[in-house]
Nanobody
Framework: QVQLVESGGGLVQPGGSLRLSCAAS????????MSWYRQAPAKERELVAS????????NYADSVKGRFTISRDNAKNTVLLQMNSLKPDDTAVYYC?????????????WGQGTQVTVSS
C-alpha cells in the first residue's frame, strides 16, 4: 500500500510560481506511472501531467504545456510539479496519483490533495 502526501500548495498571484511535491511512503514509486490531477469547484477532475516509470516520458494537458513541468526522483520517492506563469484558471485542488498494472491486477493510489489558489 503506497501512501501519497502532497504539499506546496497555497495562494499565489497571477504570473507567479509554485512547486508541488508528492512524497510517497509504504512502498517505492519507481515502478509506478505518476501523475498530477486537479479538480476545480463544480468541475470534473482532470489530468494535468504524467510521467512514466522507466523512460520518464512526460505528458501534459494542453492548458499547462510550456508552463508546468513534472519530474520524479525515485531515490527520494518523490514527484514534483513545477508550475510557472500561473493563471486564475489554475485554481484547484491538486492530487498526486500512482498507478500501475501487474498482469491482471491494477494498483491505483491517491493523495489527499493540496489547494492551489491563483488570485490577485
Amino acid at each position: 500500500q503506497v501512501q501519497l502526501v502532497e504539499s506546496g500548495g497555497g495562494l499565489v498571484q497571477p504570473g507567479g510560481s509554485l512547486r508541488l511535491s508528492c512524497a510517497a511512503s509504504g512502498g517505492t514509486i519507481s515502478s509506478y506511472a505518476m501523475s498530477w490531477y486537479r479538480q476545480a469547484p463544480a468541475k470534473e477532475r482532470e489530468l494535468v501531467a504524467s510521467i512514466t516509470s522507466i523512460a520518464g516520458t512526460t505528458n501534459y494537458a494542453d492548458s499547462v504545456k510550456g508552463r508546468f513541468t513534472i519530474s520524479r526522483d525515485n531515490a527520494k520517492n518523490t514527484v514534483l510539479l513545477q508550475m510557472n506563469s500561473l493563471k486564475p484558471d489554475d485554481t484547484a485542488v491538486y492530487y498526486c496519483n500512482a498507478r500501475k498494472q501487474v498482469i491482471a491486477r491494477k494498483y491505483d493510489f491517491w493523495g489527499q490533495g493540496t489547494q492551489v489558489t491563483v488570485s490577485s
